[in-house]
C-alpha cells in the first residue's frame, strides 16, 4: 500500500518557523520526486517545493523563495520542509506528494499524496 503521512503542523505566529515532515513508504519514495503544495480556506491547491529523487535540485514557488527549505532523508524515507518567517498568508493545509516527473509544479503530475497538515499563522 502506497503511503505518505505529514506531520509537525501547528499554530504559530508570524516571524516564527516549522519543520513539517512527511514519512513515504518504501514504494513510494525510492526513485521519486517528492513536493509540497498547500490549500488555504477557499482557494485552490497551489505548488510550494519540490526535490529530485537524489536531492540534487530544488524548485520554489515564489512565494516562498528564500523562506521554505526542502530537504530529504532518503535513509529515512522522509521528505522536510522548513518554514522560516512565516506569514499570516502561510496558512493553509500542506501536503505532501509523490512522483516521477521533474521540475513539475502541476498537482496532476504527482501520483500519490497525504492527508496534510495544517499549519496556522496568527499576525
Known amino acids: 500500500q502506497v503511503l505518505l503521512v505529514e506531520s509537525g503542523g501547528g499554530l504559530v505566529q508570524a516571524g516564527d518557523s516549522l519543520r513539517l515532515s512527511c514519512v513515504a513508504s518504501r514504494r513510494t519514495f525510492t526513485g521519486y520526486s517528492m513536493a509540497w503544495f498547500r490549500q488555504a480556506p477557499g482557494k485552490e491547491r497551489e505548488f510550494v517545493a519540490a526535490?529530485?529523487?537524489?536531492?540534487?535540485?530544488?524548485w520554489y514557488d515564489d512565494s516562498v523563495k528564500g523562506r521554505f527549505t526542502i530537504s530529504r532523508d532518503n535513509a529515512k524515507n522522509t521528505v522536510y520542509l522548513h518554514l522560516n518567517s512565516l506569514k499570516p498568508e502561510d496558512t493553509a493545509v500542506y501536503y505532501c506528494?509523490?512522483?516521477?516527473?521533474?521540475?513539475?509544479?502541476?498537482?496532476?503530475?504527482?501520483?500519490?499524496w497525504g492527508q496534510g497538515t495544517q499549519v496556522t499563522v496568527s499576525s
Open positions: 506528494a509523490a512522483g516521477t516527473r521533474l521540475y513539475e509544479k502541476r498537482g496532476d503530475a504527482y501520483d500519490y
Open positions: 526535490i529530485t529523487w537524489s536531492g540534487s535540485s530544488t
